[in-house]
Protein backbone atom coordinates (compact mmCIF):
# COMPACT_ATOMS: atom_id res chain seq x y z
CA UNK A 1 0.00 0.00 0.00
CA UNK A 2 1.14 3.53 -0.63
CA UNK A 3 -0.28 7.11 0.60
CA UNK A 4 0.36 9.93 -1.32
CA UNK A 5 0.08 13.28 -0.39
CA UNK A 6 -0.14 16.50 -2.78
CA UNK A 7 0.66 20.15 -2.45
CA UNK A 8 1.83 22.92 -4.06
CA UNK A 9 -1.46 23.95 -6.06
CA UNK A 10 -2.97 27.46 -5.50
CA UNK A 11 -4.10 30.49 -7.94
CA UNK A 12 -1.90 32.20 -10.42
CA UNK A 13 -1.97 34.19 -13.32
CA UNK A 14 -1.52 33.36 -17.18
CA UNK A 15 2.23 32.67 -17.62
CA UNK A 16 3.06 32.08 -14.35
CA UNK A 17 4.79 28.90 -12.95
CA UNK A 18 4.17 26.31 -9.80
CA UNK A 19 5.94 23.69 -8.72
CA UNK A 20 3.69 20.50 -7.28
CA UNK A 21 5.17 18.00 -4.49
CA UNK A 22 3.86 14.80 -4.22
CA UNK A 23 5.48 12.78 -1.22
CA UNK A 24 5.16 8.86 -1.09
CA UNK A 25 4.79 6.39 2.30
CA UNK A 26 7.67 4.64 0.92
CA UNK A 27 10.88 4.26 -0.95
CA UNK A 28 9.73 5.26 -4.71
CA UNK A 29 11.89 2.80 -6.15
CA UNK A 30 9.70 0.08 -4.97
CA UNK A 31 6.95 2.11 -6.88
CA UNK A 32 7.19 1.22 -10.96
CA UNK A 33 6.29 4.11 -11.98
CA UNK A 34 4.76 7.77 -10.79
CA UNK A 35 2.60 10.39 -12.52
CA UNK A 36 0.42 13.02 -12.52
CA UNK A 37 -2.76 13.20 -13.77
CA UNK A 38 -5.41 15.92 -13.70
CA UNK A 39 -9.40 16.53 -14.14
CA UNK A 40 -10.39 19.98 -15.36
CA UNK A 41 -14.04 20.97 -14.61
CA UNK A 42 -16.88 18.82 -16.17
CA UNK A 43 -14.13 16.63 -18.20
CA UNK A 44 -12.59 12.99 -17.35
CA UNK A 45 -8.92 12.87 -15.61
CA UNK A 46 -6.17 12.34 -17.79
CA UNK A 47 -2.55 11.91 -17.91
CA UNK A 48 -0.01 15.00 -17.72
CA UNK A 49 3.19 13.48 -17.12
CA UNK A 50 4.45 10.03 -15.40
CA UNK A 51 8.10 9.20 -14.55
CA UNK A 52 9.15 5.14 -13.93
CA UNK A 53 11.66 3.80 -11.35
CA UNK A 54 14.38 4.17 -14.17
CA UNK A 55 14.01 7.68 -14.85
CA UNK A 56 11.89 7.40 -18.24
CA UNK A 57 9.48 10.27 -18.21
CA UNK A 58 6.39 10.37 -20.29
CA UNK A 59 4.64 13.90 -20.95
CA UNK A 60 1.26 14.50 -23.06
CA UNK A 61 1.68 16.57 -25.78
CA UNK A 62 -0.25 19.38 -24.21
CA UNK A 63 2.66 20.32 -21.61
CA UNK A 64 5.45 18.78 -23.39
CA UNK A 65 8.35 21.51 -23.23
CA UNK A 66 6.07 23.59 -20.37
CA UNK A 67 5.81 21.22 -17.81
CA UNK A 68 8.59 18.47 -15.63
CA UNK A 69 8.28 16.09 -13.89
CA UNK A 70 11.63 15.14 -11.47
CA UNK A 71 11.96 12.80 -8.27
CA UNK A 72 14.09 13.10 -5.27
CA UNK A 73 14.90 9.59 -4.15
CA UNK A 74 16.06 10.55 -0.59
CA UNK A 75 13.16 12.43 0.16
CA UNK A 76 10.19 9.56 -1.78
CA UNK A 77 8.94 12.73 -3.38
CA UNK A 78 7.96 13.30 -7.40
CA UNK A 79 7.24 16.80 -8.69
CA UNK A 80 5.29 18.83 -11.24
CA UNK A 81 7.29 21.39 -12.48
CA UNK A 82 4.54 23.70 -13.95
CA UNK A 83 6.13 26.64 -16.36
CA UNK A 84 4.61 29.30 -19.10
CA UNK A 85 0.55 28.11 -17.27
CA UNK A 86 -2.39 28.76 -19.37
CA UNK A 87 -6.04 28.94 -17.97
CA UNK A 88 -6.58 25.21 -19.83
CA UNK A 89 -4.35 23.83 -17.41
CA UNK A 90 -6.79 24.69 -14.45
CA UNK A 91 -7.47 21.40 -12.72
CA UNK A 92 -7.07 19.38 -9.88
CA UNK A 93 -4.12 17.59 -10.30
CA UNK A 94 -3.47 13.99 -8.40
CA UNK A 95 -0.42 11.93 -7.89
CA UNK A 96 -0.27 8.16 -8.39
CA UNK A 97 1.36 5.55 -7.68
CA UNK A 98 1.58 1.92 -9.90
CA UNK A 99 2.89 -0.73 -8.02
CA UNK A 100 2.59 -4.40 -8.60
CA UNK A 101 -0.88 -5.51 -7.26
CA UNK A 102 -2.22 -1.86 -7.24
CA UNK A 103 -3.02 1.34 -8.14
CA UNK A 104 -2.61 4.60 -5.53
CA UNK A 105 -3.49 8.04 -5.62
CA UNK A 106 -3.15 10.96 -3.72
CA UNK A 107 -6.42 13.14 -2.34
CA UNK A 108 -5.35 15.53 -5.33
CA UNK A 109 -4.27 19.79 -5.77
CA UNK A 110 -6.28 22.47 -6.93
CA UNK A 111 -4.65 24.84 -9.75
CA UNK A 112 -6.31 27.61 -11.07
CA UNK A 113 -4.86 29.89 -14.03
CA UNK A 114 -6.38 32.85 -14.70
CA UNK A 115 -6.36 34.88 -17.71
Known amino acids: QVQLVESGGGLVQAGGSLRLSCVAS????????MGWYRQPPGKQRELVAT???????NYADSVKGRFTISSDNAKNTVYLQMNSLKPEDTAVYYC?????????WGQGTQVTVSS
Open 96 to 104: NAQVVGGSY
Open 51 to 57: ITSSARR
Open 26 to 33: RNIFSINA
